[in-house]
């Protein structure tokens, strides 16, 4: 039997949040058995699952039960990858910092609170069939498999990205190829949303920023590959909103939070545990 595992202490990690621009703090605390992770705001439980999610532009905001919080992909991806199934985050606001745009810094406080079995199987999920989804410029399908597996596909007009596919195990190969894949965007864009008051937080530290001319941040890209990374990073998150285990593949072409959200709706007639 595979055991349920939570934080063995509780890590506060504080950082700018990408809208509002202020500072954030997450306490990661211990989660009960079968609890998946909840996030806590002003008092209120906010569990993390696909009948929560209220908004995906730009990232992923869950509300219920008059509170909200935005940017929880992340944070997501890094307790799947890290094994962690059960986890409480208390919040001091509704955003979750941006830190370092991917999920690094989620990463490394997950390890420095270290992980503890708790006694209950862990909840596996799966399809009994395969379930897909389509928009004009977009699929996605989730088929039952032994395991979970990823094969993620992009297409940008932009010169540095064009086509990029990623496929493999996200969890196996979190750490080596998909944590520090970061949040991505256009400069043109980016100047509309600040206009918008939207994402007062976006900076080079924290996203990777393409323009004409190429990329903005010093550094350049980490990988030539890296914006697919970051949408299998994001999609490890997203799949994260149904409580428990994945044994399915995902694919996805030209996706993002919004196709797997509509895909993971599209899942609940036919999902099946065990
Ligand atoms: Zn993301």
């Known amino acids: 039997m595979t055991e349920q595992a939570t934080v063995a202490r509780p ?18 605390l211990p989660g009960l058995p079968d609890s998946g992770v909840v996030f806590v705001v002003d008092g209120v439980e906010l569990a993390a699952t696909i009948a929560h999610v209220e908004d995906t532009t730009l990232a992923t905001t869950l509300a219920a039960g008059g509170v909200r919080v935005v940017l929880v992909e992340h944070l997501l ?19 979750l910092p941006i830190l370092d745009g991917a999920a690094l810094t989620w990463l490394g406080a997950l390890a420095t609170a270290g992980r503890t079995a708790q006694g209950a199987a862990v909840r596996w999920w799966s399809v ?6 389509e928009t004009p410029t977009a699929f ?32 196996a190969r979190f750490g080596a190829e998909l944590a520090w894949a970061r949040t991505f965007g256009f400069h043109a864009d980016a100047e509309r ?7 007062r937080g976006v900076s080079l530290d924290n996203t990777l920023v393409f323009d004409d001319a190429g990329v903005m941040n010093p550094g350049g890209q980490r990988a030539a590959d ?4 970051h ?19 995902l694919t996805a072409s030209r996706g993002g939070h919004a196709v797997h959200h509509a895909l993971l709706r599209a899942t609940q007639g036919v999902l099946v545990r065990g």
Request: hydrophobic share 50%; aromatic share 2%; no cysteine.
């Open 77 to 95: 991806a890094a307790t799947m990858a890290a094994g962690i199934d059960n986890l409480r985050v208390e919040l001091d606001g509704d955003e």
């Open 231 to 249: 949408k299998a990073l994001d999609a490890l998150g997203d799949l994260a909103l149904v409580t428990g285990r994945p044994r399915v593949k």
């Open 11 to 28: 890590i506060e990690v504080a950082g700018t949040a990408l809208r509002s621009g202020g500072v954030r703090r997450a306490r990661l």
């Open 226 to 229: 890296e914006v697919v990374r």
């Open 128 to 133: 009994s069939e395969p379930v897909r989804v």
């Open 193 to 199: 949303f600040r206009a918008a008051g939207m994402m």
């Open 140 to 171: 996605a399908m989730l088929e039952p498999a032994p395991a979970l597996s990823l094969d993620i596909s992009v297409q940008f007009s932009h010169a540095l990205i064009g086509a990029q596919r990623w496929t493999g195990d996200p969890i």
